[in-house]
């Protein structure tokens, strides 16, 4: 299996990580800076803070190892190391889709009970659910390479 | 890349895919058969019969399929059926995963809100979350298969 289009150490693979803590961050800032209601009241959205908090640093990191792969020497390509990004990609994009969905759906309750903050609960939710993707994206070319990487 | 363990028209895949059948009804039944408060007044729970009514019929017939191909005639095996069966394994899983959240959560709020009958809804999100799971670990195998299937 050839090496993937934006698979670990290529520039897409380093716009897929911007576009991770782009999007992560975002759901973070809209999820703890509103006005009235306190985000902690919920659980749910104690959850998705969590998820948000662990994804921004990882995706963080793994932009910076990318821009130096790129930018100034290229990083040795090992599977352990790729199976590692690759498991660590897997499980947060199901964190964060599990956190952008029951988010979601809290908001949407909360609205039909009156609740007036849930604009920035759901964009909150929408971020999230846009890392989760991501996420994904980066955990599926990073597993097609690991077959050519282990051959060698 | 070989056959792998739990591929398609494998006994070990038809348990799967029994799996994924009994899950994914009792997590219909324990959300549609509840005492007092109908699912239908919450858009979460109405998501999750939807996809739990797209989950079992799909697994019901899988493996129909799978039962024949193991006690009767082996099926022929093409790349095109497979891409087909692992696309539909994969979006049923996303698609369950995200209902089994959202109902998580919601059923935790409305139990803080006393809620009596919240246990039904727990059980029925906790039988989507497994049926999920079960769902993501065909796709996974069958997209194992995928390149062999595509080398002939």
């Known amino acids: 299996m050839v090496r993937t289009t934006a698979s670990f150490g290529t520039s897409s693979s380093f716009v897929l990580r911007l576009g991770q803590t782009l999007f992560s961050s975002?759901?973070?800032?809209?999820m703890?800076?509103?006005?009235?209601?306190?985000?902690y009241a919920y659980t749910t959205f104690c959850y998705l803070v969590t998820v948000?908090?662990?994804?921004?640093?990882?995706?963080?990191?793994?932009?910076l190892m990318e821009a130096y792969s790129i930018l100034v020497k290229k990083l040795p390509m090992q599977a352990?190391?790729?199976?590692?990004?690759?498991?660590?990609?897997?499980v947060l994009s199901f964190l964060s889709l599990g956190g952008a969905c029951s988010t979601a759906s809290?908001?949407?309750l909360l609205m039909d009970a009156g609740e007036k903050?849930?604009?920035?609960?759901?964009?909150?939710?929408?971020m999230a659910f846009l890392s989760s993707f991501l996420s994904f994206?980066?955990?599926?070319?990073?597993?097609?390479l690991l077959p050519s990487l282990m051959s060698h």
Not at 26 to 30: D, E, G, K, Y
Not at 117 to 126: E, F
Not at 137 to 144: E, H, L, Y
């Open 117 to 126: 903050q849930c604009d920035r609960y759901k964009l909150s939710a929408t």
């Open 106 to 108: 809290v908001a949407v």
């Open 80 to 90: 352990t190391v790729i199976s590692v990004i690759v498991a660590g990609d897997f």
């Open 137 to 144: 994206a980066s955990t599926f070319f990073n597993f097609c």
């Open 52 to 63: 948000m908090g662990l994804v921004t640093p990882w995706s963080v990191t793994l932009a």
């Open 26 to 30: 975002a759901s973070l800032l809209f």
């Open 32 to 39: 703890c800076f509103n006005d009235d209601e306190d985000f």
